[in-house]
């Protein structure tokens, strides 16, 4: 069996979420026909919207969402008549060191700007899987010098790295990706859309496929067994934004930060 995983999804207040979860499922499906779909989480610290959804507190008209009774973590299941994907938390930390660390399968409120490798720690305490997130600008220069540290000083099952739609379709993988996974370290991939009206068409765009048992009563364990390796390899699918896109994107979403900043 296989499984398809938007491993780096966002929802935004500017998002329509029922055509947000369609998008998220029709792409899904455009990567890989059969087999479950699930997506993953990398809420900012100012965004709870798993929590919200799943404590009823954020209503999707026409997806009925329903918590799945998994001990080895928490799940939503979203269906809509025939249509189901599998949702699961997760948090994104930024770094003292100006990275990024997603916290995988996990909802616990972990700081921001703590060093990486407390970041990185704090996450596997809490329960959740780290992985080490590809940003535009992020690994270059002197950043780029930790990153292969912090990957020469880390072992495959301890660290995943993420992959995004933000690294434009033309640029070639980065150095400390191809050299992490010929060391076997596995790296998954999500849409990561921007904080903008519209953005939600893109989820469910690039993902990861895994084959890999899916157990709908576990749905927690087998996504966590899945990107671990315990069952078979990953690969990505879908497709990345192109450059023009991704530059103004960004630029834009500076600026919008800087205004939240400064307001």
Known sequence: MSIVIDAHIHLYPCYRLPAALAALHANLGRLSAGGARAAIF???????????????????????????????????????????????????????????????L???????RAPIEETIAAVRDAGGLPALNWAPGKWWLARGRIVRDLLQRSSPGNLLLCDTSLRPGAWREPAPMRCAARRGFAIVAGSDP???????????????????PFDAQAPALSIRRALTGLHGGLRRGGRRRPLPDVLLGVIRNTLARREKTRN
């Open 42 to 104: 990398a809420e900012r610290s100012d965004c709870r919207f798993f929590r919200n959804m799943r404590d009823g507190r954020a209503p999707v008209a026409g997806w009925q969402l329903t918590p799945a009774n998994d001990p080895a973590g928490e799940a939503l299941v979203a269906a809509s008549g025939a249509d189901r994907v599998f949702l699961f938390p997760g948090r994104q930390l930024a770094t003292a060191e100006r990275l990024e660390v997603l916290a995988l």
């Open 106 to 112: 996990t909802d616990a409120d972990l700081p921001d």
């Open 194 to 212: 921007l904080p903008f009206p519209a953005q939600e068409r893109l989820l469910g765009s690039y993902g990861t496929l895994a084959e890999a």
